[in-house]
């Protein structure tokens, strides 16, 4: 598809280019956004759609190629240019103040001398009328991932731009909430409006986009139309080859097995004004199942999460047991050095440290359970095993890099969340709890972590997995309960779980009650 | 009465140049940089704005001269931690050496001068409504000059779109940028105004304080307004608190040790900081508060990548 029969392009990218020292991230990239269009961008991480987007928005400068808008060439040399000519970013990783509140996040990415008030009302109004709800006098800091990413869909549309760039939208967002983005992303086109769609979720592509553009290793692969392609076909492109499909071999004799990961009456007290306190928790994970939980974002995950891995300390001992002792007091190395591992939402700042190499980031998460590996006489390092982990690492998990050891920042997402995940893999350890174990990750990628974490279920650890993508959860689960404003129901066995009957305990319905929720309702 | 008002006058004296030191560092550091040579900034306005008042004679010419002293000399901070992205800690405390040696040398023929002292307020009438007139219509002209700062700093800083733009760079530069505000430029502006206070700071030390120039006379005052700033979580009411309860215990035990007070004058003198920070510890037990009010991105130095 050319522009030379189609007048009506709002973008068009020609023989783009950017070279970061040995490694050609995008390498002559091709690109026609037509007015009033979904246009899809595909690929697996490190495909080069980050750093397309980025020169795109201004916030990188292409080492060639040439970039027309509305038929005019244009040099994007900063954001404020690229919001100038009318293109909005919804960033996958947010750009925003932890510090400040919603509103004030909203006021700083427009231009106008509106006073914050004025802005908070707009952001109310705009947020109720495409379903996104948000309270605009929050702390950033205080919301969850998928209430942050409300406002930088908002701050977006408030800019009234032309082309919106959306980068990885739904990763956060229940099948409730992307229904209801999908239906603002329809009212944009039919506004005339053009939007660049990054996704990894091939069946939502085909579902909304009208085009898309396949990447690999940097280069343009193909362009189609989405909804004439199979979702496999889609991921063939892709990736190159087949996606392996999630083998979850049945669960045997689970019923019988010991609880290794035990939480029981698990209350806590909302940290801060605005978060959700845990009210009696009751969950048992035995050997060789994963449990997956479900639930909206910001319903008390971060903060059970933060509970069981002990990052918060509970009062009463016995609240978490592991492996049938009481954990409840012990920091995470105590819950570690019994056989814990910990994954948590947040790769960069909580599970790595962006500016510390990987190495650096194993051994500070294992100084302590592999101590007699890695630390010798005396507190020195042993850097060469160290080192040797991490390569072993990343072999395992198929991390792409483009150094030996590089920074855990220089890694895209997804690798991240791989290197992440398996360096708890790498202990074997009999208790493994996960949250959003893949959020922005590309498919690919994903497999490969969900297979991981089932077998290391089978081969006789007990697995809990926090997750907003029921998807996911389906795909790996023997049981799921739901978290709901701090509240966590009974585990469903997978046999018994549907689509609705989670997403109705997502609402906050109590099981046998749903019928008492649909008349209310 | 007439003690009573003397000791609150001698107390204003004290805080005022903490107070306008700590301001001006407050704006830069809530815009992410930590400059740690306030100390040598406020020592070359103070020798900047005596040898201007003594050359030329007026006061006057000596407090701008004052101001644009410390406001030069932190360029040279901004252009080595913002242009050539250099360590903030290492090239703050170098400012600072710098400036203790380079004011000592320009100063070498000042020493023993007589100085010229900026005049008191006067309004007649007001200034002469017994014990509240003279503490708010007969003060130096720095005095008001700090009062108001703090509000101007306060209202521009938490009402103002320019304000939040700059705590926006504090919390995360490289969010900042990618909403395409220039950062570089912002942390400029914020560190050259905090160079312009302490050479303010320090002109009040030779033109208001002791009216003459004695070497290192700024005695260890930047280092305090510094930690005015951390202590008081970075709100500029809590540095004004601060400010006035060091110049208070500053003097109280200034007074404490004349009557001969059977306390050793060491633990007496420790007293100042010991308060201060008790107090605003206190103040700041709320760690949410404190959350919200620290600059994240603090001494990092920023590099767009391009």
């Not at chain 1, 779980?497 to 009650?513: C, Q, R, V, Y």
Request: hydrophobic share 45%; net charge neutral; proline share 5%.
């Amino acid at each position: 598809m050319s522009a030379d029969h189609d007048g009506a392009n709002l973008l068009e990218v020609r023989g783009l280019t950017k070279i970061f020292g040995t490694l050609t991230a995008c390498d002559h990239i091709d690109l026609n956004i037509a007015k009033g269009e979904i246009h899809a961008l595909l690929g697996e991480n490190g495909a080069g759609k980050s750093t397309l987007v980025k020169m795109l928005f201004g916030s990188l400068e292409p080492n060639s190629g040439e970039i027309f808008w509305n038929g005019e060439a244009v040099r994007i040399t900063s954001p404020g240019m690229a919001k100038k000519l009318g293109i909005g970013m919804v960033f996958q990783h947010f750009s925003l103040f932890e510090a400040l509140t919603a509103a004030e996040n909203i006021a700083l990415s427009l231009d106008d001398g509106s006073p914050i008030s004025s802005i908070a009302a707009k952001a109310r109004a705009l947020s109720f009328s495409y379903g996104l709800p948000l309270d605009p006098d929050s702390l950033v800091g205080d919301l969850s991932v998928g209430e942050r990413q409300r406002i930088e869909i908002i701050r977006c549309l408030l800019q009234t731009p032309q082309l919106i760039i959306l980068d990885e939208p739904t990763s956060v967002l229940t099948p409730q909430e992307a229904d209801k983005l999908f239906e603002t992303l329809e009212r944009l086109r039919s506004e005339g409006k053009s939007i660049l769609y990054i996704s990894h979720r091939l069946e939502e592509v085909k579902r909304i986009c009208d085009r898309a553009t396949v990447l690999r290793h940097g280069k343009v692969v193909g362009h189609c139309n989405p909804r004439e392609e199979t979702a496999s076909s889609l991921a063939r492109m892709m990736v190159g080859n087949e996606v392996k499909a999630v083998v979850r071999a049945p669960a045997e004799g689970i019923e019988t097995a010991a609880p290794l990961l035990e939480i029981r009456a698990l209350s806590r007290k909302p940290a801060t004004p605005f978060s959700i306190p845990l009210k009696n928790i009751n969950l048992n994970v035995r050997a060789g199942e994963v449990i997956g939980i479900a639930g909206v974002a910001g319903n008390g995950q971060g903060e059970f999460f933060e509970s069981v891995s002990g990052e918060v300390l509970q009062q009463d001992a016995a609240s978490v047991r592991i492996r049938g002792k009481d954990a409840g007091a012990l920091s995470i190395t105590g819950r570690r050095l019994m056989g814990a591992a910990f994954v948590p939402e947040e790769r960069l700042g909580h599970g790595a440290a962006p500016r510390m190499k990987l190495s650096e980031n194993l051994l500070l998460s294992r100084h302590a359970t592999d101590g007699k590996v890695f630390v010798g006489t005396g507190g020195a390092v042993k850097s060469a095993a160290v080192y040797a982990a991490a390569q072993r690492i990343i072999v395992a998990m198929d991390v792409r890099k483009s150094a030996p050891d590089p920074e855990a920042a220089a890694l895209s997402g997804g690798n991240l969340q791989k290197f992440i995940v398996g360096r708890e893999l790498d202990r074997s350890p009999a208790v493994m709890v996960v949250n959003q174990p893949t959020w922005g990750v590309d498919a690919g990628a994903a497999a490969h972590i969900r297979q991981a974490l089932i077998e290391l279920a089978r081969s006789g650890s007990a697995v809990l997995v926090i997750s907003q993508d029921l998807d996911e959860l389906f795909e790996i689960s023997d049981a799921i309960a739901v978290m709901h404003n701090g509240e966590l129901s009974k585990p469903l066995p997978i046999a018994d779980a549907t689509f609705e009957k989670i997403g109705l305990l997502m609402g906050g319905a109590e099981p046998g009650h749903a019928e008492h929720v649909l008349e209310t309702a | 009465m007439d003690i009573t008002v003397n000791i609150l006058l001698t107390i204003a004296t004290a805080a005022t140049p903490l107070l306008i030191a700590a301001i001006g560092e407050l704006v830069v550091e809530r815009s992410g940089v930590l400059n740690l040579g306030v100390e040598g900034m406020m020592i070359m306005g103070a020798v900047g704005g005596f040898g201007a008042g003594y050359l030329t004679g007026s006061p006057w010419i000596g407090l701008l001269a004052a101001i644009a002293m410390g406001a030069v000399f932190s360029l040279l901070f901004a252009v080595m931690t913002l242009s050539l992205a250099t360590n903030q800690v290492a090239t703050g405390l170098s400012l600072t050496l710098l400036g203790l040696g380079l004011s000592g040398m320009m100063g070498t023929s000042f020493v023993g001068q007589p100085g010229e002292r900026l005049p008191n307020l006067y309004i007649p009438v007001l200034t002469d409504i017994p014990v509240v007139g003279r503490l708010l219509f007969g003060q130096d002209p720095i005095f008001y000059i700090s009062i108001a700062l703090t509000a101007a700093v306060m209202w521009f800083l938490f009402k103002t779109r320019t304000g939040l733009t700059l705590r926006s760079i504090g919390d995360s530069h490289t969010s900042a940028h990618a909403l395409g505000i220039k950062v570089i430029r912002y942390r400029y502006l914020s560190v050259i105004f905090g160079g312009a206070c302490a050479g303010l700071a320090g002109g009040h030390l030779s033109l208001v304080y002791t009216p003459q120039w004695v070497e290192n006379m700024s005695a260890g005052r930047g280092w305090i307004a510094l930690a005015l700033v951390v202590f008081a979580s970075w709100r500029p009411w809590r540095v004004l608190a601060g400010a006035y309860i060091f110049g208070a215990v500053w003097i109280g035990q200034l007074h404490a040790q004349a009557f001969g007070i059977p306390v050793p004058s060491q633990l007496l003198s420790s007293l100042p900081y010991l308060a201060t920070v008790v107090v605003l510890v206190l103040i700041s037990r709320n760690k949410r508060l404190t959350m919200m009010n620290t600059p994240a991105s603090l001494g990092q130095p920023f590099v767009p990548d391009r």
